[in-house]
């Protein structure tokens, strides 16, 4: 059996999660290649958690900043404008240039944005209008918003990353609030928890993206007195000495945020003994640094940017805190604030 | 994820190499001066996508582009750009889409957590308007993992769509005889009766002891608790006036039974009782303040602050027992 690390390690995760901003990933991680804005995003907002942002060298700072700004399409005759995944699709002589599939994403659109604000860049060169037009197409009949284009599914996560663009540039013009809401609360469960669409089984993960867009648009109080007794004792109930995504599932680190960060925005996370969580969470550090999902299993960006997230919500120590709604630390919301105020 | 690329065929040749493809130059990503969580591809995926660059461009429909987009999707099942661009392929070309539905079953088996390849069967289904393979291929990714999201929210999508629920609760009641935990056999149960019969009184009544004797069986199962308090949302008298249920939590507590769920629901119709007069002297404001101290103190000490604050908010209120927000 494994060493396990009860302790927590900082500068282990520092260094895991700089390891997979800068240096080359495995081919095992192939799959990955669609998503590498969000690797980024996860590798990024973990170190910023960790309050190590300003420690980035400002040049890397700055050929980060022009990555993620190649991968904008600015198309308004496709509406497909936004941010793309990676430059999968990106040579030499079209990297500029609009061409066939060349489609952003919603939730790469939402992840290279967080991650121009925990960089610190003012958003200057972010086509607003563009992002704007193009997320309204993306929006369905019954509220709830596709990921791209064609040929993607739709779901509560993605109205989540609709809600944060939104959110961070400051605009609800282009998308439907009214239909976003009906949608989440059609997908709440006889159970209180709300799932990924109507009818399907309650999830922490779907839960989160659901109150945290209602949190943003600043339409909580959508939810009924019932409603809400009911989802924040589904959700008290999802803690067994660390937090499980569904009732009668294992525990796993990722949930330390969702779940704590949906009773944080509901203001009812001080209703659970977390000292327990913390146990656990500090258990599924590798002790080469990174969060796993469970005790002795392979790390990933994803449970590391969330572990360090959920340990946030507790308070540890050298650990920025958070705007849970946002799932960004304070002190880049703080940044948010201001380039908000730039932007009018 | 890399175990069914064609990286371990010793047979396998780059495109580079085909004769096929020779009039074709290969487009390189441009990954900028300094990339970012850069992948080390292996040399078949860079030229197989360095191919696919080159093609997708010109929107080529042809057999090689189709065959193309096999290997694509295989060294990367998660590209929804491969999938699309497939589509458009089978399309143009009129294919068999059934032969379609078994490549992509064959990963989805393999991968069975991947949005990619779930979306990309929905279609198919959708084109061929033909459901019939959908139920068989659910049973197998959840005969492995019975709580696999996406198999349900395809096998709910594909019942809902065609109408396939006959048999859906007997299917239901074999995963909850193998596993009565199983919360997404229950949310199941739920879907189907709510788009069949819906909860009539005879439903009700049916699905009420089905539930209690589930509960009975294990006690401290959350799923067949909520289920209840899910089946009782129909209920027109309410949580608390449910003869049946009554007398089961009575007995059950009488038998000195102390499951969180069961305190929890005796402090939830106390409240309701409390709220609306206190028809019932058995469900009063002292009996949901003595189990939410048990609750807190013995019971359910996790949750100690919520029973705390629960228990506060009965002698403010006297009446919901919550602030709301």
């Not at chain 1, 507790?314 to 919301?333: I, P, Q, V």
């Not at chain 2, 929890?264 to 939410?292: F, H, P, T, W």
């Amino acid at each position: 059996m494994e060493q396990l690390i009860k302790t927590f390690e900082p500068e282990f995760h520092k260094n895991y999660l700089l390891y997979v901003l800068n240096k080359k990933l495995p081919s095992s991680q192939n799959s990955m290649d669609t998503n590498r804005s969000v690797l980024m995003y996860f590798a990024l907002s973990g170190l910023d958690i960790l309050g190590e942002i300003e420690n980035l060298p400002k040049e890397r700072k700055r050929s980060i900043i022009k990555w993620i700004y190649s991968l904008q399409i600015v198309n308004k005759e496709e509406l497909v404008s936004g941010f793309q995944g990676s430059p999968t699709l990106n040579t030499r002589t079209n990297k500029t240039g609009n061409t066939s599939y060349k489609w952003s994403h919603v939730a790469n659109t939402y992840a290279c944005l967080s991650s121009l604000l925990i960089l610190g860049d003012d958003l200057s060169r972010v086509n607003k209008q563009a992002i704007l037009e193009s997320l309204e197409t993306l929006q369905l009949p019954d509220g709830s918003f596709k990921g791209a284009k064609e040929g993607v599914e739709n779901d509560m996560r993605f109205v989540y990353c609709a809600a944060c663009i939104c959110y961070i540039l400051d605009d609800w013009s282009a998308i439907n609030i009214e239909r976003m809401i009906e949608f989440i609360l059609n997908s709440i469960s006889y159970d209180g928890g709300i799932g990924q669409g109507p009818e399907l089984e309650s999830h922490c993960g779907s839960t989160f993206c659901a109150i945290a867009s209602l949190a943003l648009s600043n339409n909580l109080d959508r939810l009924t007195k019932a409603q809400f007794v009911a989802l924040r004792r589904w959700l008290l109930f999802r803690f067994d000495r660390g937090f499980n995504g569904r009732p009668n599932k294992p525990v796993d680190t990722c949930y330390s945020f969702w779940t704590g960060g949906a009773l944080k925005i509901l203001d009812s996370y001080d209703f659970i003994h977390d000292q327990f969580n913390a146990q656990f969470v500090l258990l599924t550090q590798d002790r080469y640094g990174g969060f796993s999902k469970w005790v002795n299993i392979v790390p990933d960006p994803m449970h590391t940017c969330l572990g360090l997230a959920g340990l946030s919500l507790m308070e540890f120590d050298g650990l920025e805190e958070m705007n849970y709604e946002l799932m960004l630390t304070k002190r880049t919301f703080e940044h948010l604030r201001r380039v908000q105020e730039k932007m009018k | 994820m890399s175990d069914y690329s064609s990286d371990e065929n010793d047979d396998y040749v780059l495109y580079k190499n085909r004769p096929e493809w020779s009039d074709i130059t290969p487009l390189a990503q441009d990954d900028n001066e300094e990339p970012i969580v850069a992948i080390d591809y292996t040399e078949n995926f860079k030229d197989c996508y360095d191919y696919f660059r080159a093609i997708v461009q010109k929107k080529e429909i042809s057999e090689r582009a189709l065959e193309l987009t096999q290997t694509a999707a295989n060294l990367n099942p998660a590209n929804y750009t491969v999938w699309q661009y497939r589509r458009d392929i089978l399309k143009g070309l009129d294919k068999d889409l059934h032969e379609e539905l078994e490549f992509v079953e064959k990963i989805i088996l393999k991968q069975s957590k991947n949005y990619q390849v779930w979306h990309h069967r929905k279609v198919l289904v959708e084109w061929l308007k033909d459901p019939s393979k959908e139920k068989y291929l659910t049973e197998h990714v959840l005969s492995k993992d019975a709580k696999n999201y996406h198999a349900w929210q395809h096998r709910q999508w594909v019942i809902k769509t065609f109408k396939l629920y006959d048999g859906e609760l007997d299917y239901v009641d074999l995963l909850l005889k193998d596993d009565i935990r199983n919360n997404s056999a229950w949310n199941q149960r739920y879907f189907v009766i709510n788009n069949t019969t819906g909860f009539t009184e005879e439903v009700l009544r049916q699905e009420i002891e089905y539930t209690l004797s589930r509960i009975r069986e294990i006690t401290e199962n959350e799923s067949a608790w909520n289920y209840l308090r899910g089946l009782l949302l129909h209920d027109k008298a309410g949580l608390s006036n449910n003869t049946t249920v009554k007398a089961f939590v009575e007995e059950l507590y009488e038998s000195n039974n102390r499951s969180p769920f069961l305190l929890a629901i005796i402090v939830d119709m106390c409240l309701e009782q409390v709220g609306a007069g206190g028809g019932d002297s058995n469900y009063s404001a002292k009996r949901a303040v003595e189990l939410c101290k048990d609750l807190m103190e013995k019971f359910d000490t996790v949750r100690a602050n919520y029973w705390q604050h629960m228990l506060d908010s009965i002698g403010s209120e006297s009446g919901e027992g919550t602030s709301g927000n």
